[in-house]
């Protein structure tokens, strides 16, 4: 079983940045960040595979957002720019064995970290 555990999360401004990252206890095919924002539906924000880097973003963080790994350490880390209030959410850390944007395809998930962008 995938262990996940996040961190990075805080508040900060709009326009500002922040780095979240997320620990595996062993590498599965693809890890992905989701997020929810309060009374919504979990939505993708981006992908990455272990083997080849290969990358996925949702339409709506492209250009401000980048996902990458670290293989060495197993961590996988989510930078954020030009965060705005729309980006408030409780982010998820998500391990899956196939590749996907789907979170049903996703069979481990971290418990979360809130992100808070005051306007």
């Known amino acids: 079983q995938v262990q996940l555990v996040e961190s990075g999360g805080g508040l900060v401004q709009a326009g500002d940045s922040l780095r979240l990252s997320c620990v595996a206890s062993e590498r599965s095919r693809t890890m992905a960040w989701f997020r929810q924002a309060l009374g919504k539906e979990r939505e993708f924000v981006a992908a990455?595979?272990?083997?080849?880097?290969?990358?996925t973003y949702a339409d709506f963080v492209k250009g401000r957002f980048t996902i990458s790994r670290d293989n060495a350490k197993n961590t996988v880390s989510l930078q954020m720019n030009s965060l705005t209030s729309e980006d408030t959410a409780n982010y998820f850390c998500a391990a899956s064995r196939v590749y996907s944007t789907d979170p049903s395809s996703y069979t481990y998930w971290g418990r979360g970290t809130q992100v808070t962008v005051s306007s």
């Open positions: 990455i595979t272990w083997i080849g880097g290969g990358t």
